[in-house]
């Protein structure tokens, strides 16, 4: 039992209005139980006390302030206080489980779309750029709401995250990895946050369990790309056509780079001094910095120079960069059926067989990890100066403008003849 022998004196029980004119900084018993006391700090602020003596020592417990708790409602909580020590009960512990229990209940019924806009909230900042946690959003409300979004995401099950995957398994396997890892993860720090210990419904294990293995279930879709044998003509009449796209499209092309490190380039990043192009590290897909030596024909490209944090190519709204589908259209115009991605591997093609240039200086080039895990340990440079002579042969390749049967033949550099 809590409750000592040394019970705490009744004082004088004083009426309401008599408490309210309590003035005097200090602690003032207030009688009707035994240890309730005013207490008035030195600032003025007011608020109810218990004192006690339990099993030697003197504990307080604060029950609200005052005027917000009346006087009749302070007496009120202070005996049920007193009663609960006496059957052994702290109201310090109560108080806190009573705490705890509404806290979980809270997190109970935080939806799974509240989690995810909680998770993503949390770690904006640590993600590489804005982009990323745009993607974060957008599939989990694409995919996941639709299907969990108003449910506690404590009730969220193996089979409802299943009915989100099945749709898109096979059809969009990449999309399908990527929501699966982010239900998992919001689900993961929901649960931890409630306290709740159970297996995750969207881990892998559960879901393999029922859909095939991605790697099975996935199939490889080529993006449309020109045979290389078709790039010198093709590239005469991409010249030849005005506008900024083409001009965006061209340097895309003849730096082999993907064409959102085109569209966010800015003018901080070349240094035609020295002839270079350097992505920082934020706005590559591997998260480091990525460094191209760049060739007259590149620079000639170029509109005038802006300040360093202008985009290069600017998109019609200031200070937004050229979207995606103004290259696109570029291709479209040219009555192609092809994308701005697929002439890296036209690039990748052409590198591999028609020209005997080191492959590591073409996966470095297409801003790759090349290589196993042996040759990347190893492989510590660059290759500038090998990557700066495979560009000078794909550039001169691309301004033959021979007719295509003639694409193969051997040109100067690392060009060779294909069979």
């Known amino acids: 039992m809590l409750w000592g022998d040394d019970v705490p004196k009744l004082a004088e029980v004083l009426p309401a209005i008599l408490v309210g004119r309590l003035k005097e900084p200090g602690d003032h018993p207030v009688g009707g139980v035994a240890g309730l006391m005013l207490r008035i700090t030195p600032s003025g602020s007011r608020s109810w006390v218990l004192r006690v003596r339990v099993a030697g020592r003197r504990p307080e417990y ?38 705890a229990k509404l806290a979980k209940a809270d997190a109970d019924r935080e939806t799974f779309a509240e989690a995810a806009a909680k998770y993503i ?6 993600w590489r750029n804005a982009k990323h946690a745009d993607q974060w959003e957008s599939t989990l409300k694409a995919y996941a709401e639709p299907v969990i979004g108003a449910l506690p ?7 409802l995250v299943l009915k989100i995957l099945r749709p898109i398994w096979s059809e969009k396997a990449e999309t399908a990895s990527r929501v699966r890892q982010r239900i998992e993860r919001v689900i993961a720090a929901a649960d931890a946050e409630a306290g709740r210990e159970r297996l995750n419904p969207a881990r892998i294990a559960a879901i393999n369990a029922v859909l095939p293995p991605r790697a099975k279930a996935a199939t490889v879709v080529a993006m449309p790309s020109l045979p290389y044998a078709e790039m010198p003509e093709f ?12 001009k965006a499209l061209e340097w895309t092309i003849l730096t082999a780079a993907r064409s959102g490190m085109t569209r966010a380039m800015t003018w901080s990043e070349l240094d035609l001094a020295a002839m270079t192009w350097t992505v920082p590290g934020n706005k ?13 024909e590149m620079v000639a490209l170029l509109p005038s120079p802006g300040k360093p944090g202008d985009f290069v190519f600017p998109g019609r709204g200031k200070g937004r960069p050229l979207s995606d589908m103004t290259l696109t259209r570029s291709l479209q115009r040219m009555g192609l059926a092809v994308v701005p991605h697929g002439f890296r591997a036209t690039f990748k093609t052409w590198a591999t067989e028609a020209t005997d240039h080191h492959s590591m200086a073409v996966e470095l080039q297409l801003a790759h990890v090349g290589g ?6 190893y ?41």
Do not use: C, H
Not at 121 to 126: H, L, P, Q, S
């Open 284 to 296: 590559m897909k591997m998260g480091r910095a990525w460094t191209t030596t760049l060739t007259p």
């Open 379 to 419: 492989q510590r440079g660059e290759l500038q100066t090998k990557r700066a002579a495979l560009l000078r042969d794909w550039v001169a390749f691309l301004a033959s403008a021979k007719p295509a049967a003639d694409a193969a033949k051997p040109a100067a550099g690392g060009l060779r003849l294909v069979s």
């Open 235 to 246: 590239m005469k009449r991409l010249s030849a056509a005005p506008g900024i796209g083409p």
């Open 62 to 99: 604060g029950l609200g302030s005052f005027p917000a708790v009346k006087l009749a409602d302070a007496r009120e909580a202070a005996a049920a206080a007193l009663k609960g020590l006496k059957a052994g009960v702290d109201p310090a512990a109560a108080k806190a489980q009573a705490r």
């Open 121 to 126: 909230e949390a770690n904006r900042a640590g």
């Open 153 to 159: 995401t404590a009730e969220v099950t193996v089979a």
């Open 372 to 377: 196993d895990a042996i040759e990347q340990a």
